[in-house]
């Protein structure tokens, strides 16, 4: 996603929020205008944030390098399905990275050329993520910051760049709370006494961090005991594990809101309580 198109979504985003002009019959340009005037004196305005140009570049080229991984992860499951097809066998990334495709597809010629074709396109789009990661780490290099990120379990370099590049200044958040609404990590629901009256736009805030602290909590859940136990707790209360995931991204979101705001390292009894 390009600059002008962020930039475009972001006025879109305004809009939504901004009151609804109500009262008139015949509404046009001069009312509308006036409308947006008053908001603006007294305050009620929504207002944006629009990213600093000087590190704009290195945002949106990692926001390119996570379509390239999408686009890498899909080329590998339409591989692993096109074994399974022709072979009937279950077949993983580290098993195809291992196996010779002549051996696993002999017989059936057709097969073996789109598995080959898929290889390629696997090869071609892991050079071109090396190319961008090496890039950033140039324009960004390790610095306090990114390294009290990658305390916290299940972000690393890439994903604590992703993190601070979409963020930008974490003051313009008020509390830990608006910070994991604008990650998606929180439920789009108005409710009144405890009880739902509706649902606001699901899609408001940065899809970025939002795919880059469910990564992290997938990969935390791996690499930390603790977590791996209270998400095994909350998904066994819950009985779904997209909500346990998102449960995760939620505390995790919380925490890097204050390590970045109080510049202090992950601390896992502070998160769990």
């Known amino acids: 996603m390009g600059a002008e198109q962020g930039d475009s979504l972001l006025a879109c985003h305004l809009v939504l929020k901004m009151q609804e002009?109500?009262?008139?019959?015949?509404?046009?340009?001069?009312?509308?205008?006036?409308?947006?005037?008053?908001?603006?004196?007294?305050?009620?305005?929504?207002?944006?944030?629009?990213?600093?140009?000087?590190?704009?570049?290195?945002?949106?080229?990692?926001?390119?390098?996570?379509?390239?991984?999408?686009?890498?992860t899909g080329e590998w499951l339409s591989l692993e399905g096109l074994i399974a097809r022709h072979t009937g066998r279950d077949m993983n990334v580290a098993d195809l990275k291992a196996c010779d495709l002549g051996e696993v597809l002999v017989g059936q010629p057709h097969a073996l050329i789109m598995a080959q074709a898929s290889f390629r396109h696997i090869e071609f789009i892991e050079k071109e993520i090396k190319v961008l990661e090496k890039a950033v780490l140039e324009e960004l290099p390790d610095r306090d910051v990114y390294k009290r990120l990658m305390?916290?379990?299940?972000?690393?370099?890439?994903?604590?760049?992703?993190?601070?590049?979409?963020?930008?200044?974490?003051?313009?958040?008020?509390?830990?709370?608006?910070?994991?609404?604008?990650?998606?990590?929180?439920?789009?629901?108005?409710?009144?006494?405890?009880?739902?009256?509706?649902?606001?736009?699901?899609?408001?805030?940065?899809?970025?961090?939002?795919?880059?602290?469910?990564?992290?909590?997938?990969?935390?859940?791996?690499?930390?005991?603790?977590?791996?136990?209270?998400?095994?707790?909350?998904?066994?209360?819950?009985?779904?594990?997209v909500i346990a995931v998102k449960a995760l991204a939620n505390k995790l979101a919380k925490a890097c809101y204050f390590m970045m705001r109080d510049g202090k390292d992950f601390d896992v009894k502070r998160l769990l309580g």
Not at 23 to 47: M, Y
Not at 180 to 200: I, L, M, P, Q
């Open 151 to 241: 305390t916290a379990p299940g972000i690393g370099p890439v994903l604590a760049r992703t993190i601070l590049l979409e963020t930008g200044p974490v003051t313009r958040f008020k509390e830990a709370g608006n910070y994991a609404s604008y990650c998606r990590a929180v439920k789009s629901e108005h409710t009144t006494n405890g009880k739902k009256k509706g649902e606001c736009n699901g899609k408001s805030g940065n899809m970025y961090l939002a795919w880059a602290y469910v990564e992290a909590s997938n990969l935390a859940v791996r690499h930390s005991l603790e977590l791996r136990v209270w998400f095994q707790r909350k998904l066994a209360r819950s009985g779904k594990r």
């Open 21 to 72: 002009n109500i009262g008139l019959k015949c509404a046009n340009d001069k009312t509308d205008a006036r409308f947006i005037a008053r908001q603006l004196v007294s305050g009620t305005l929504p207002e944006g944030y629009i990213y600093p140009p000087e590190t704009r570049g290195v945002r949106d080229m990692m926001r390119r390098r996570m379509r390239l991984v999408h686009a890498r």
